[in-house]
Nanobody, 124 residues
């Protein structure tokens, strides 16, 4: 069992930055690939990016490439999402997710555990 708790969301102006954290419980965190997803009002859940269990491989959705960076610290059981150059269209609830696999996937149902989400609002 893995429990995930996101933090770091909030209100920011366009062009600003935020860093989200996702703290995981359990000693098996390092065996999980991690993903970040987001869901805006009236929209489907969207893949933001993911990081392999070792941290050696990352991938990103097209809408955030070059602006967002995912990292992880397995010693702290934490994964991070650094978001720069934020745009109003980045406004959403952001979720972290874990899957029992070395690699990530862009499909939400491929993930086994989810956090409760944290709201990010970008004002214009």
């Amino acid at each position: 069992q893995v429990q995930l708790v996101e933090s770091g969301g909030g209100l920011v102006q366009a062009g600003g930055s935020l860093r989200l954290s996702c703290a995981a419980s359990g000693r098996t965190f390092s065996s999980c690939a991690m993903g970040w997803f987001r869901q805006g009002p009236g929209k489907e859940r969207e893949f933001v990016g993911g990081i392999s269990w070792s941290g050696g491989v990352t991938n990103y959705g097209d809408s955030v490439k070059g602006r967002f960076t995912i990292s992880r610290d397995n010693a702290k059981n934490t994964v991070y999402l650094q978001m720069n150059s934020l745009k109003p269209e980045d406004t959403a609830v952001y979720y972290c997710a874990a899957r029992w696999s070395a690699g990530t996937d862009y499909i939400p149902r491929q993930y086994d555990y989810w956090g409760q989400g944290t709201q990010v609002t970008v004002s214009s």
